[in-house]
């Protein structure tokens, strides 16, 4: 099968990645599914490097089962069928399977307060209930992106760690059930309300209640990141120079740490697919997405994604964990599942599953007119220069994912990274970009200024007009400092380097910011994605939060 690049507009961002894919010439060369399934993971079908690990469930049945790769680079020892992959969050659906066991049993509700079993949690004022964490839905705090922030993310991080993080929170970020936002905080607290309630650890238990009766000999939860696991498919991040070793410190369990091989999680497949042929009540809840207080669904179920798109449910569960990743789609109705393990960070374990589906569910898997390849097709029109010239600007998708609209001649062109890639006119405000199959419609308001753009390429994006500074040395001067959190007992220092901003925090490398809009700037650590400065009524300038969800409200005043 060809090698071609894919140019990705996911996860927002344009991202060169070498990989296979499917072109509709293939999938019409009369192959079975399961040659369709080889010739996408062609690429990867080599002992020089690691790989994936994969399994289709169709009808209750495996229909293909395959590994890819090296379980140790080092060794060069290949991945096999019973090699035992870090699943990073496919842990959260286990939990959320305890969850339901434990509460058609009795022995817990989802009206509980969490503090009856862990009364340790701070009382926020307002109750915060088992569904609450069930559904993701609880306000707390997510540890992850503080330990990031701290620089302690390469440090042992246990339930206590996680609890200190919880108890130094102040306020929720929002009321319990008012809204859905992800936090593994939630899962790992319903592990240890788990191993509250049944006196036993939540390692002990899911073996004796899941694994064990599943034969799911090769599945464990590692409560110790120390522990050396039999048949390992160590996991590697990979740099343009060498392949280094994923650095797992977690010694906790609940939101990660759910150790597996392929052939296991086939068993586990298997047995949801029986129980939701066999319409069984625990699963059937497992699948329904939470309500939130506005009567809205919450997007999230017992460790599951829920996804009743394009007219057929699916739940899922996607992770990435120190080199290692994993996807898990299940669609109820079709009995179709599949999961896909991969031992390192070049390409995401849920890049194939549109490709999947479409090889063993073409007919059910129509794929939309989102102004791609459909679009191409039409005539392209000429819309004048002064037309176009309303246009060109610059536009955020996300933080430091801002690509801009330029004119050349009678056509526009998106530039982003350094590269230019040319838009064909549908209409005068629809535009096609080949390159992501995309379609890009300009929006005015009621003045006919030019406010947004919709991109539409597999997903719908609003991507605003943003327009970026360039402030001059003595304008960032007055950004430098040292900057406090009380709560989070951080100081983060700003100083100004040559021409540009530097960040200095405890366990963390320089980090250079770059300028984005008045008092914005962006920056290539995960912890910081987004600054953004705060003045007073004079215009000094007096702190800074950063632009992300879950530290959205901490607040770093200037000393």
């Given at each position: 099968m060809r090698k071609v690049i894919c140019w990705i507009v996911t996860g927002l961002i344009v991202l060169p990645i070498?990989?296979?894919?499917?072109?509709?010439?293939?999938?019409?060369?009369?192959?079975?599914?399961?040659?369709e399934m080889d010739k996408l993971f062609d690429f990867w079908n080599r002992l020089d490097q690691p790989g994936f690990a994969v399994v289709v469930l169709n009808g209750g049945q495996v229909v293909y089962q395959k590994v890819f790769g090296l379980a140790c680079q080092e060794h060069g020892v290949p991945i096999a069928p019973d090699s035992v992959f870090n699943t990073s969050?496919?842990?959260?659906?286990?939990?959320?399977?305890?969850?339901?066991?434990?509460?058609?049993?009795?022995?817990?509700?989802?009206?509980?307060?969490?503090?009856?079993?862990?009364?340790?949690?701070?009382?926020?004022?307002?109750?915060?209930?088992?569904?609450?964490?069930?559904?993701?839905?609880?306000?707390?705090?997510?540890?992850?992106?503080?330990?990031?922030?701290?620089?302690?993310?390469?440090?042992?991080?246990?339930?206590?760690?996680?609890?200190?993080?919880?108890?130094?929170?102040?306020?929720?970020?929002?009321s319990p059930g008012d809204r859905f936002q992800y936090s593994n905080s939630n899962y790992d607290l319903l592990a240890e309300a788990i191993k509250r309630t049944t006196g036993r650890t939540f390692s002990e238990w899911a073996w004796e209640s899941i694994f064990k009766p599943l034969k799911m000999t090769r599945t464990l939860f590692r409560d110790n990141f120390r522990s050396m696991i039999e048949n390992e498919a160590f996991s590697y991040d990979y740099t343009r120079s060498e392949y280094q070793r994923g650095i797992d410190t977690l010694s906790m369990i609940g939101s990660h740490s759910l150790h597996t091989s392929i052939t296991d999680l086939a068993k586990w497949l298997q047995y949801i697919d029986a129980g939701a042929a066999g319409g069984s009540e625990l699963l059937a809840k497992m699948f329904a997405a939470g309500v939130l207080n506005n009567g809205q669904r919450s997007a999230y179920c017992y460790g599951f994604n829920v996804d009743d798109g394009a007219g057929r449910r699916q739940v899922s569960q996607t992770g990435t964990w120190a080199g290692s990743g994993a996807n898990l789609v299940y669609l109820p109705d079709q009995r179709f599942g599949f999961a896909v393990l991969s031992n390192w960070d070049y390409v995401p374990a849920d890049a194939f599953a549109t490709d999947i589906i479409g090889i063993y569910l073409p007919a059910e898997a129509p794929v939309p007119d989102t102004g791609g390849t459909a679009a191409a097709d039409k005539k392209s029109v000429k819309v004048n220069r002064e037309?176009?010239?309303?246009?060109?600007?610059?536009?955020?998708?996300?933080?430091?994912?801002?690509?801009?609209?330029?004119?050349?001649?009678?056509?526009?062109?998106?530039?982003?990274?350094?590269?230019?890639?040319?838009?064909?006119?549908?209409?005068?405000?629809?535009?096609?970009?080949?390159?992501?199959?995309?379609?890009?419609?300009?929006?005015?308001?009621?003045?006919?200024?030019?406010?947004?753009?919709?991109?539409?390429?597999?997903?719908?994006?609003?991507?605003?007009?943003?327009?970026?500074v360039k402030p001059t040395p003595e304008e960032l001067n007055e950004f430098a400092g040292t900057y406090f959190n009380e709560e989070l007992d951080l100081r983060i220092r700003l100083l100004l380097r040559g021409d540009a901003l530097v960040v200095q925090s405890p366990g963390q490398g320089d980090v250079r910011l770059a300028p984005d809009e008045q008092d914005r700037f962006s920056s290539t650590s995960i912890a910081m994605p987004m600054i953004i400065f705060q003045r007073d009524a004079g215009k000094l300038v007096t702190g800074f939060t950063i632009d992300t969800d879950a530290v959205r409200d901490l607040v770093f005043r200037k000393e």
């Open positions: 070498f990989f296979g894919s499917l072109d509709a010439q293939e999938l019409q060369a009369g192959l079975s599914p399961s040659e969050t496919l842990a959260q659906p286990i939990v959320g399977q305890a969850v339901a066991m434990l509460e058609k049993e009795g022995k817990l509700s989802l009206d509980d307060d969490v503090r009856k079993t862990i009364p340790e949690i701070p009382d926020f004022g307002t109750p915060i209930k088992l569904r609450h964490l069930v559904y993701q839905t609880s306000g707390l705090r997510d540890w992850l992106p503080v330990q990031q922030l701290t620089g302690r993310e390469m440090e042992e991080l246990t339930f206590e760690r996680m609890l200190k993080i919880i108890q130094e929170q102040k306020k929720l970020l929002f037309k176009l010239d309303q246009y060109v600007g610059d536009y955020r998708l996300r933080p430091r994912q801002v690509f801009t609209i330029s004119r050349s001649g009678d056509q526009l062109t998106l530039d982003f990274s350094g590269q230019k890639f040319p838009l064909t006119a549908l209409s005068e405000t629809d535009f096609f970009l080949d390159v992501a199959d995309a379609r890009i419609t300009f929006q005015k308001n009621s003045d006919g200024k030019v406010l947004q753009c919709l991109w539409k390429g597999g997903s719908e994006i609003i991507a605003p007009r943003v327009v970026l």
